[in-house]
């Protein structure tokens, strides 16, 4: 069984420039996750979908980061402009989303932002 | 505000000694705990967990005991192993979906 997918796994921008993350979750998985983890720092829920529709984004600074999750699969998250703040590791985690179950994440590489 | 407090922050262990982590919680709600372990360049995979009706569950190695009056667990690794040295995350949740990790515990197990 393929893992969860990200892609770029490194992305190097100057601030206020654009950027974009692509997370693949696993096949059948309903539950997608984005996080952020800061260097030595648990990871930080961004952003949490099930199927398309995003239940919980209360963490998510929405005057400048987006995401979407079409047709419930593949979701994008989106920066812009970046901040030298934003410089860390994103990390996209999905799960099967069966309700009244404790639910295994399975996180995938991560993308390391870095703003320069 | 961070809902889940880890300690320590490092650890260096002998081969074949104990390592132990902890971790404390204040919300009540919170009804399932795991355990993660990351190595460097990965994401965070799922090592154990546990819910509050158990005071300890024991797979191989790993161990987590449960105090819920103290509102606290712990992660054992007995009979550490070079390959277990990678940072080691508590987290908790209530109703399975919104997760809290504690900051981290990067432990080094020394040949």
């Known amino acids: 069984e393929a893992g969860v997918v990200q892609s770029p796994r490194y992305k190097i921008i100057e601030k206020k420039q654009p950027v974009a993350f692509w997370c693949n979750p696993i096949?059948?998985?309903?539950?997608l996750y984005w996080y952020r983890q800061n260097l030595g720092q648990g990871p930080e829920l961004l952003i949490r979908y099930e199927n398309e529709e995003a239940v919980d984004d209360s963490q998510l600074p929405k005057d400048r980061f987006s995401a979407e999750r079409l047709k419930g699969v593949d979701s994008t998250l989106k920066i812009q402009p970046a901040e030298l703040g934003d410089s860390a590791v994103y990390l996209c985690?999905?799960?099967?989303?069966?309700?009244?179950?404790?639910?295994?994440?399975?996180f995938g590489p991560g993308t390391r932002l870095t703003v320069l | 505000q961070q809902q889940v407090k880890q300690s320590p922050q490092s650890l260096i262990v002998q081969k074949g000694g104990i390592s132990i982590i902890n971790c404390a919680y204040e919300n009540t709600a919170f009804d399932y705990f795991p355990w993660y372990q990351q190595f460097p360049g990965k994401g965070p995979a799922l090592l154990i967990a546990?819910?509050?009706?158990?005071s300890e569950k024991k797979e191989g190695r790993f161990t987590i005991s449960f105090n819920k009056s103290a509102k606290q667990f712990s992660l054992h690794i007995m009979d550490s192993q070079p390959g277990d040295s990678a940072t080691y995350f508590c987290a908790a949740s209530w109703g399975g979906n919104q997760f809290y990790f504690g900051t981290g515990t990067s432990l080094t197990v020394i040949p």
């Open positions: 985690a999905s799960s099967r989303g069966l309700a009244g179950v404790k639910d295994t994440q399975y």
């Open positions: 096949s059948g998985h309903n539950t």
């Open positions: 546990i819910r509050p009706d158990v």
